[in-house]
Nanobody, 121 residues
């Protein structure tokens, strides 16, 4: 059974920092494609950052330079370090692990329960 448990969300002032954690069980983060998504009220869920099994990373343009995705293989945990936070970063943040990928490259995911990040101006 796959479980992804996020933590680290909260309320922070603009310009501040937070670190989100995603503790995985039933999956091995070092050998999986892992990602962070977010969903703001009234908006679609969007990819924020991802990390491949080889360690390559990718970021949404809106968070480049400010956010960093990483993993601790010993703890089987993926992190999202968020700095210079802005009010528009306010959203529920979800950890995801690739479940499968179609021949067209569409990924299906296991999802965590989400953690709320609120950035006040």
């Amino acid at each position: 059974q796959v479980q992804l448990v996020e933590s680290g969300g909260g309320l922070v002032q603009a310009g501040g920092s937070l670190r989100l954690s995603c503790a995985a069980s039933g999956r091995t983060v070092s050998s999986d494609y892992m990602a962070w998504f977010r969903q703001a009220p009234g908006k679609q869920r969007e990819l924020v950052a991802d990390i491949t099994s080889g360690g390559g990373t990718n970021y949404a343009d809106s968070v480049k330079v400010r956010f960093t995705i990483s993993r601790d293989n010993a703890k089987n945990t993926v992190y999202l370090q968020m700095s210079s936070l802005r009010p528009e970063d306010t959203a529920v943040y979800y950890c995801a692990a690739q479940r499968s990928i179609s021949v067209t490259g569409y990924r299906h995911y296991y999802w965590g329960q989400g953690t709320q990040v609120t950035v006040s101006s």
